[in-house]
C-alpha cells in the first residue's frame, strides 16, 4: 500500500513547528504504525535527510511511551489500542494520515513527535507507592480481599502512563491517570496505611500541571487500557475525605 504523511516536526519546545508532507509507498499492511516510521526514518537517513523522532520502547502496548495523535485521535482510530499495537490495515492504500506529538502545556514538545512526559513522573513521586515497613512479606492468601477490589485494583493498575487521557481531554487535565494510580493501591489493604496522604498529595501535585476535570469522558474514549473514569469519582471521594481528616488532626499537634 501507499500512504501520504503529514508529520509534525519541531527542532525544540521553543522552536516553530511545521508539517512535512512525506510519500511514502510500499508499505505492508500487516506493518505495525511504528515500524512503517522505521521504515520512513530508514529511507529519509539514506537520502541524508533527518529522521522523525519518536518515543517507543517495549512496543507490546505496556510501557506507554509510544503516544501519537493520528489523525487527531490519541493513538489512532482503533479503540482500547495503543500507537505500537496499531496496524497499517486500518488505513487505506492512498489516505493521508496526520501525525503530531501529545498537545498538551504540560507536555513540551523535545523534538518532533516527542514530549516531555515528567509531570506525569511528578505525581507518582508524590505518592505513588507504599512506603509503609511491614516487615517480611505475608503469604498473599493471608490477606483476605473481596474479588470485586481485587479486580478494580488489577484494572487500575492497567494504565501505562502514556499521557493519552491527557492529549484527548480539551482541558489536559491528568484526572484519569492520577486516579488510576491512586485506585490501584487505595482498593488494597496494603494501601490503606498511606490511603488519605497519597490521595491529598498526588492530586495536590496533579494540580500544579494539569487542567481540571469537567467530565468530558474523553479520557476514557483515548485511554488504550479502557479505563473507566469511575476511578475520577473514587479520587475526588478520597480526596475530600484526605482533606477533613487532615483537618481533624491538626489540632492534636501540639
Known sequence: MRV??????????????????????????????????????????EGGLEPIVFDSDCREGICGTCGLMIN?????????????????????????????????????VIRDLMVDRSPLDAIIEAGGYISADTGGAPDANLIPVPKTAADSAMDAAACIGCGACVAACPNNAAQLFTSAKIAHLNLLPQGQAERWSRTENMVDT?????????????????????????????????????????????????
Not at 5 to 15: E, F
Not at 75 to 104: N, Y
Not at 206 to 225: D, L, R, V
Open 72 to 108: 487527531g485521535q490519541a493513538h489512532g482510530p482503533q479503540k482500547g489500542t495503543a500507537t505500537c499495537q496499531l496496524h497499517m490495515r486500518k488505513f487505506t492504500d492512498g489516505e493521508t494520515i496526520v501525525i503530531e506529538p501529545w498537545r498538551a502545556e504540560a507536555f513540551p
Open 4 to 45: 501520504h504523511l503529514k508529520v509534525w516536526r519541531q527542532d525544540g519546545p521553543s522552536a516553530p513547528g511545521h508539517f512535512d508532507d512525506i510519500d511514502v509507498p510500499d508499505i505492508k499492511e500487516d506493518m505495525s504504525f511504528l515500524e512503517m516510521l522505521d521504515v520512513v526514518n530508514e529511507r529519509l537517513i
Open 206 to 254: 496533579m494540580e500544579e500541571f494539569f487542567g481540571s476535570c469537567t467530565n468530558h469522558g474523553e479520557c476514557e474514549q483515548a485511554c488504550p487500557k479502557e479505563i473507566s473514569i469511575d476511578f475520577i469519582a473514587y479520587m475526588n471521594r478520597d480526596y475530600v475525605k484526605a482533606k477533613l481528616k487532615n483537618r481533624k488532626l491538626l489540632g492534636q499537634q501540639a
